[in-house]
DNA sequence: CATGAATGAGGCTTCATTCAT
DNA sequence: GATGAATGAAGCCTCATTCAT
């Protein structure tokens, strides 16, 4: 499932696209820069894309498609209680964006394109989808947890999950803006008050 | 005297030019169509503002500041504990942005111009300065939840505080995605569930 | 005949365009500077000035009397031979400009507006009569050289004119252009080895 | 490989480009006249010149080094006398120009550029480079009369040299000014009586 | 398939001119 | 008369896209 060694040309484009996407911002960025990064000719790219918003939304699938998949991934193989899941999935997602959190300001492009681009319905579309798709993933986790009794408090799933998207989107988000810091330290903590706080509300009650 | 100088206009531009920017992102905006929205002419503008990107980052300020003024307010008017004021603090964040969810999208379009602009270096300051003065407010009510025996588990306040910022964000970039989204009830959830992890976390595990 | 101690507005406003067409020339001077070197307001130009190219105009009507004014003041003071009227009139047409330099670029933006402006016939007409006539007088003078038997060279007073006033032109031109340059010097030997040349033609023919 | 390159675009979009700021000055001038008048697309110019400023700057640099060429050329050819060499040079500068008019207007701009324009300094600087260079060429050249014993009036051959060259700048644009005009004839008599006067400067005194 | 020279629609900005006060 | 805020026509330049080689 790794991609090859050698990657087709289309995808040396789409990657080193993405690097000037995430550089320039996409109105800052000019097809000359996107074929010089990928060592080729203007012209070669429209080969391969439409237009500079049909590489953008490529771009854009790219990550996507590459993000889901290791969640995925991550989600599958994490073992035993929802807690340990849900801490699993929040450390492999900041874990798999740090080292290239300088492409993390696609995220704002891709948010952007979504008002911006004469395309935006696409954008709009495909980027609901993913969250949704997302959400959903996080959502049923935690409401497996809720299933097995791990958690006990009046929360809705689906909320929740929202803010857990959220915050993990924020702390790269920082990261990316402060080298300093610590996105992963940030979340374990996080993690762990809130899953304290899905565990322990009843028992106050039950005194 | 000549036509006498409307005090209010630039803020009117101001006010013309973010409905514009929120609509159609930076790119997107036209000089031409700010002065049709603000109702004056394209030369206008310019005696206002320096340029296009001039306008923005007054967009920019205008927004920033309007925010930070009403939760300052909120956080000094809401009483008692820690707790009330945390929760206050985010229902005036959330309740003040959801009337004017349409320029939401205007926050990504700032993150987008820290990279994009050629004064993205203003921005990014700014967008700093203000993240990190918002951050320490947040961290200081934290905090004092700490120093009056309110919340007892094991957090540092300035993680926490980055991931509350963070979840409201996202809360009120979903729901300017989905209308169908209630980033209020999200986010009253969400803080009973921290709160609840703050005050909690080890008296349980000590026992 | 000369001007009032406290000029009408309109020539202060004249000689205020004077200073920033010289400084900035046609196409560079704003309106706005051009009142501002006045001390008045922008529209105050124009109560007394049909647009900017009329303004120019009036400078250039302004250089062009004025000079008039005194080159047929010095022709008429000086005495006695053609020689020593030429020289005369050579020396008060560059003593004049000396103290003005920086106003000299004035006559290239003059030239420059004999093609350049849409009112160009008015430019070339006025400036080919001014040239015409003031060639005609120096012309005159030769010719009275000639016909006191003062100058026997077999020359065409009107060519010589022009060269004449051409090196006058180009004198103050490079004065102009470099600070250093002596223009009364380079004049007055030019005017020597002329008259020279116009008297002794002959003199082999005499032998 | 692409459209191939033609190597001798560059030079047509500059004497397209000289032709049309001769007639219309630079102010005056288009881009898209410029592009229309080479028969190219108006961003072609673009890929040639930097900006309109440089486009202006590459025609003044064409006119003053083919002109420069030209003049050596006539003076390393020119044999015998001093008078003679003078005499071809400034024939040769006449010629050269007089079926070229109409491009002569030019010379004004460039003049008028070195206030003007926002690189001026460089204007400035390349014409006072040519113009010195320009002049002690015909420095030497009288200087040398000088040493042959060929003059003998007590005349500074700079300042000579300086009147020289304003005297072939003013008959040039007065041919163009006046198309009756015969600058070759009123050069030629001007430079007689010139050279007479470089000649015969102390029989006069003598007696 | 690959290229990059050529293109021209489009947008920001300037600034002479107008006109309400 | 005097003013300067308002205007919008006009022009330089950019850059995505095309297409001859």
């Not at 789409?14 to 109105?27: D, L, N, P, Q, T």
């Not at 290239?100 to 492009?109: A, F, H, P, R």
């Not at 395309?119 to 959502?139: L, M, S």
């Not at 929740?160 to 990261?175: N, T, Y």
């Amino acid at each position: 499932m790794a991609r090859k060694a050698d990657p087709t040309k289309k995808d040396r484009i789409i990657e080193a696209a993405a690097r000037v996407f995430a550089r320039k911002g996409y109105s800052g960025t000019l097809m000359a820069s996107v074929a010089q990064e990928a060592g080729i000719g203007k012209g070669t790219i429209y080969e391969y894309f439409r237009s500079k918003e049909a590489l953008f939304y490529a771009v854009f699938e790219h990550l996507m498609i590459s993000t889901g998949v290791q969640v995925q991934a991550a989600v599958a193989a994490a073992a035993d209680s929802s807690a340990l899941r849900l801490q699993a999935l929040a450390d492999t997602l900041i874990r798999m964006w740090l080292p290239k959190l300088d492409l993390y300001s696609l995220v704002m492009e891709f948010w952007s394109a979504t008002t911006t681009l004469p395309g935006r319905r696409q954008f709009k579309k495909a980027f609901r989808a993913a969250y949704t798709e997302f959400r959903d993933v996080i959502a049923d986790l935690i409401q497996s947890g809720y299933d097995s009794g791990e958690f006990n408090a009046p929360a809705d799933p689906h909320q929740i999950a929202s803010v857990l998207i959220g915050s993990w989107d924020a702390l790269l988000l920082q990261a990316w803006l402060d080298p300093e810091f610590d996105p992963l330290g940030a979340s374990r903590q996080h993690m762990q008050l809130l899953l304290q706080g899905l565990r322990s509300a009843q028992p106050t009650e039950a005194q």
